[in-house]
Nanobody, 115 residues
């Protein structure tokens, strides 16, 4: 069984920065893919950024140049550094890990950006 747990989040003013962290634990060696999604009220869940163990990082167009995803394989941890935050970035941010073709989700962390 794989557990995914996020930390970080909270409230920040527009233009500010915030970092989210996410750790996958359990009987795993190294998740094939780790990613961040977000879901705003009344909207569909959308991909923010994904970082595979092998391959290229992918960002949503809406966050390119402002957000950075990174992972520490030794800790099975992925980070999302969010800079120049905008009110439209307000959402619940969810971390996911893909292990042996199965996808596991964290509970999510609220990020609120005030104008």
């Amino acid at each position: 069984q794989v557990q995914v747990a996020e930390s970080g989040g909270g409230s920040v003013q527009a233009g500010g920065s915030m970092r989210l962290s996410c750790t996958a634990s359990g009987s795993i060696f190294n998740p094939d893919v780790m990613a961040w999604y977000r879901q705003a009220p009344g909207k569909q869940r959308e991909l923010v950024a994904t970082i595979p163990s092998l391959g290229s990082i992918v960002y949503a167009d809406s966050v390119k140049g402002r957000f950075t995803i990174a992972r520490d394989n030794a800790k099975n941890t992925v980070y999302l550094q969010m800079n120049s935050l905008k009110p439209e970035d307000k959402a619940v941010y969810l971390c996911t890990a893909v292990v042996c073709f199965k996808q596991y989700w964290g509970q999510g962390r609220q990020v609120t950006v005030s104008s």
